[in-house]
Each structure stands twice: as structure tokens, then as C-alpha cells.
């Protein structure tokens, strides 16, 4: 075997052995030790760290408690890139049973780099108006769906966000009250909660809105438990959508 084809096999090995360290990551836990990478990639510790500490300083993956790793934004952003994917059809059912129980529109969004993109709106059967459809894309920060996302996202996340995580910004008061309301707009407010996979990690948000003398505080107060009981729901539509795949709704 000649030098070249000696270096070839060896950058192959490579590219393999840190394709199989980002594959140990694939599981219930959101964090791993070391050893546990290893011992899931099937590698020596020694050479599972170097290769850690590459991944890190190329955002793939990144620090999280002591001793521990987890997957890093970079990960998230090719993820991200490839576009939203989410099986509409097992979604809709719920978001037309949310809408028909508070009588509002309800809306499903996702990030889309910096902004929020709805991928489907369920109307309500009766007291439907215009008002109640939001943009199909929506900077984050003027987007009670993309704030919802970012207030509930990683540190890392919401530090590169365009919303600024003080606590006189939306971010700060989403995770406090845990649900984002927009600041009336041409007389309509909106109000979105997070949705979660199994993981704990945030994938999408649910958003109604509505003019602002109907959605006021006291109906805020009433229909937001019901809006966090249905993102639950959607919590194995999220997973089962990235796991087996879906058309891509854009």
C-alpha cells in the first residue's frame, strides 16, 4: 500500500469514527459521559475524546454538565437547513381539537434560521375571522410562535437568537409564565407555547391570536393549560415525524 492510499484509508477511518461518535448521541439521554460515548461508538476512550474535543470546537456537539456532552447548535442548524419536518396529517387532528375547543385558530410553527415559519393553521368551526391566520413567515422576534421556541431553546440558542433573553424582553417573561404573548399589533394579540420532543428539546410552538379586546388576560389565563395539554400531545408526532419521516411542509 503506497503513502497516499495509507492516508486516504486513514482520513476515511476518520470521518468513520467521528460519524459513529455523533451516532452514540442518538438515544433517550440528552447528555453522555465519555465513556458512554465509547462505549456506544464501540471506541477506545482515548480516541473518543480527541475526537469530542474536535466536534466541540466545531459547534457539533458541546459542554454540558461536568464530564458530559450533548449535541451542539451546529448539528441543529444543518438540521434546520434540510427544512421543517413534521407528519401534518397526525398533526392536524389535534390543533383542529384545540381550535374547536377554545374557538380560535390554532397554528403550528417552526424556526426557519431567523424566523418563524407556519407550517399549518386548523380553524375553529364557528367565530372564525381573518385575524386569527398569522404570516406564513415572521421574523422571531416579532413572533409569539418564534419567541416561544427560542425562551425554551438551549442557552446557546436563545444567546444567538435576535431576541435578547433580559428580563424586560418576551424571552424572559415566556419562560417565566411559560407561554409567549406578542405585543398587540394592528389590534390583534397572540399567544404560543412550546412543543417538545421526548428529549426535552424544543421543536416547534403552537400559536393562536385573535383580536386583542377577544384575547385578553382572562382568556389568555383560561385557554393556555389547554394549549400546553395539546403540545404535549404532539410530543411522538414530533419524534415519530423525524424518526420515520414526512413530507416537507414549507
Same mark, same amino acid.
Given at each position: 500500500?503506497?503513502d497516499?492510499?495509507?492516508q ?8 468513520e469514527?467521528a460519524?459513529?461518535?455523533l ?7 440528552t447528555?453522555?459521559?465519555?465513556s458512554?460515548?465509547?462505549? !456506544?461508538?464501540g ?11 474536535a ?8 459542554r454540558?454538565?461536568?464530564?458530559s $456532552?450533548s449535541v451542539?447548535?451546529?448539528v ?6 434540510r &427544512?421543517?419536518?413534521?407528519?401534518i396529517?397526525?398533526?392536524a387532528?389535534? =390543533?383542529?381539537g =384545540?381550535?374547536a375547543?377554545?374557538g380560535?385558530?390554532?397554528?403550528? &410553527?417552526?424556526?426557519d ?6 407550517l399549518?393553521?386548523?380553524?375553529p ?15 422571531l ?8 421556541i427560542?425562551a425554551?431553546? !438551549?442557552?446557546?440558542? !436563545?444567546a444567538r437568537?435576535?431576541v ?5 424582553? &418576551?424571552?424572559?417573561?415566556? !419562560?417565566?409564565?411559560? $407561554? ?5 399589533a394592528?389590534?390583534?394579540?397572540a399567544?404560543?407555547v412550546?412543543?417538545?420532543d421526548?428529549?426535552?428539546r424544543v421543536q416547534?410552538s ?8 377577544? =384575547?385578553?388576560d382572562d =382568556?389568555?389565563?383560561?385557554i ?13 408526532v414530533?419524534d415519530?415525524?423525524?424518526? $420515520?419521516g414526512a413530507?416537507?411542509?414549507?
Open positions: 500500500m503506497t497516499m492510499e495509507q486516504r484509508r486513514s482520513g476515511a477511518q476518520a470521518v469514527r460519524v459513529a461518535v451516532h452514540a448521541f442518538d438515544c433517550a439521554e447528555q453522555l459521559a465519555v458512554e460515548v465509547a462505549d !456506544r461508538a471506541l477506545p476512550a482515548s480516541t473518543t475524546h480527541r475526537i469530542i474535543t466536534l466541540v470546537r466545531g459547534g457539533l456537539l458541546e454540558a454538565d461536568p464530564g $456532552y451542539g447548535e451546529g441543529t442548524a444543518l438540521a434546520r437547513r &427544512g421543517p419536518i413534521v407528519d396529517d397526525s398533526a387532528p389535534h =390543533l383542529h =384545540l381550535s375547543s377554545i380560535i385558530t390554532a397554528s403550528l &410553527g417552526v424556526t434560521d431567523e424566523h418563524a415559519v407556519t399549518y393553521s386548523a380553524r368551526p364557528v367565530r372564525w375571522c381573518t385575524a386569527q391566520i398569522p404570516d406564513d413567515r415572521t421574523a422576534d416579532r413572533s409569539a410562535m418564534g419567541t416561544a427560542i425554551f431553546g !438551549r442557552p446557546r440558542s !436563545r437568537g435576535p435578547a433573553p433580559d428580563r424586560s424582553g &418576551g424571552v424572559w417573561h415566556a !419562560r417565566r409564565r411559560g $407561554y409567549a404573548v406578542s405585543a398587540p394592528d389590534g390583534v394579540t399567544v404560543a412550546p412543543v417538545f421526548r428529549r426535552g416547534a403552537i400559536g393562536v391570536q385573535a383580536k386583542s379586546l377577544r =384575547l385578553d =382568556l389568555i389565563t383560561r393556555h393549560p389547554i394549549m400546553r395539554a395539546t403540545a404535549e400531545r404532539l410530543r411522538d414530533i415519530d415525524s423525524a424518526k $420515520y413530507p416537507q411542509i414549507v
